[in-house]
């Protein structure tokens, strides 16, 4: 078999049995199309490790970041893992692939008052009753008040949420299901945005997304690009610098900590399947507790 069709049946494998979200598939189907690229797509068990050292090294000079050459890597090592679980080849290539390692960054975060500030000065424009700025509001309100991921959010339909008990249903990675809770100043720009903007986006598209909560400028399911560009341009100016697109669930995350929630129920209400992955939130304390210190007083 040649690379190329093992990749696509891999592939189905990740959709299909390992229900991997769909952008997930499409990074890999991605990584896997660079090494067919580079390598000629040759038979698959004619590679072995230093022909993916070479795609790795290229990948290197072409200028790609730490971040995606550890996702290629992995990618590449799931694959042929696979492949040889599988028994379309004898020895696994990938095994002893590694890529450079990561370096350790803490995630941008916003102050809780200058949050607070941004949320209720876009309130206050929305009582105008600007469709745009009570769509945002509601997004804005909902990623910081629940923490949940930008996917999760775009991916929300009306009989996802309970408004009786403040609650949403999410699907976040792997298809697993939570249930978050979200404030009362979440409630209330859920149900201006439900009332006075989401028939008027509606009202903008032939073939009418019925079932979506959160919907774009035509009238469709909003797209997690679009949420991107409201969480930058509504909360970089409090940050003070460019913010990626789960700024709201960093800093939502920060707050908790910061305001004495257990490591585990801020675990539970992020859908991070391991701990560890939440304790970078305790670093970010850490760090923001040092440089207050540092600034404050006066023998540091």
């Known amino acids: 078999m040649i690379l190329s069709d093992a990749a696509e049946d891999y592939l189905r494998h990740l959709a299909h049995v390992r229900r991997l979200s769909p952008r997930t598939v499409r990074a890999y189907r991605g990584d896997l199309a660079d090494v067919v690229t580079v390598l000629g797509d040759p038979p698959l068990d004619r590679v072995d490790v230093e022909a993916l050292r070479e795609w790795l090294w290229q990948s290197v000079q072409r200028g790609h970041g730490k971040a995606t050459l550890a996702r290629r890597t992995a990618a590449v090592r799931g694959f042929f893992a696979w492949a040889c679980e599988t028994g379309l080849i004898a020895n696994d290539p990938g095994a002893r692939l590694v890529a450079p390692k990561r370096g350790r960054t803490l995630p941008k975060v916003a102050t809780a008052d200058g949050v607070a500030e941004l949320l209720d000065a876009l309130r206050e424009s929305a009582r105008e009753g600007d469709t745009t700025d009570l769509r945002d509001s509601a997004i804005l309100e909902i990623l910081y008040g629940t923490g949940i991921r930008v996917a999760e959010l ?6 996802s949420f309970d408004a009786g008990r403040r609650t949403l249903r999410v699907i976040g990675k792997g298809d697993k299901e939570r249930v978050v809770p979200y404030g ?14 989401r028939p008027v986006l509606l009202a903008r598209r032939e073939l009418r997304e019925a079932t979506a909560l959160f919907l774009g400028a035509r009238g469709a399911r909003i797209g997690a690009r679009s949420v991107y560009d409201v969480v930058a341009r509504r909360l970089g100016p409090v940050v003070g610098s460019t913010v990626g697109a789960h700024a709201l669930r960093h800093s939502a995350a920060t707050h908790l900590l910061d305001g004495g929630a257990d490591l585990r129920s801020v675990q539970e209400l992020l859908g991070h399947a391991s701990l560890g992955t939440t ?16 600034l404050a007083h006066p023998r540091a």
């Open 184 to 197: 009362a100043p979440a409630a209330q720009a859920l149900d201006a945005y439900l009332v006075r903007a």
């Open 279 to 294: 304790q970078v939130y305790t670093h970010v304390s850490n760090e923001r507790l040092a440089a207050t210190y540092r």
């Open 154 to 159: 775009c991916a929300l339909d009306l009989d």
